[in-house]
């Protein structure tokens, strides 16, 4: 089955900076768009960034545009996001997901910007 497995989130401070990773297994993942999205529980869910199967093309929020950069490594199967500059708006758990539809998503993982 599709397995999506988020990591690096944690606590940082403003102007910082954090990658995040997803290993996915279950299914053939150069085949599909990948996406990171965010939720913070005062805000609804967020798409942050988009990439195509190739790893060519790359879409971003206009909130992250220029700070994060979401790259993919299609033989390890690894989706990846830079995060740098950190907000403290960027507080949320962020999550990969596949496909156009942004589903299934992995289980998240937290990120927390805070002094």
């Known amino acids: 089955q599709v397995q999506l497995v988020e990591s690096g989130g944690g606590l940082v401070q403003p102007g910082g900076s954090l990658r995040l990773s997803c290993a996915a297994s279950g299914f053939i993942f150069s085949n599909y768009y990948m996406n990171w999205v965010r939720q913070d529980p005062g805000k609804g869910l967020e798409r942050v960034s988009r990439?195509?199967?190739?790893?060519?093309?790359?879409l971003y929020a206009d909130s992250v545009k220029g700070r994060f950069t979401v790259s993919r490594d299609n033989g390890n199967n690894t989706l990846y996001l830079q995060m740098n500059n950190l907000r403290p708006e960027d507080t949320a758990v962020y999550f990969c997901a596949r496909g156009l539809e942004a589903s299934p998503r992995g289980q998240g993982t937290q990120v927390t910007v805070s002094t």
């Open positions: 990439i195509s199967p190739s790893g060519t093309r790359a």
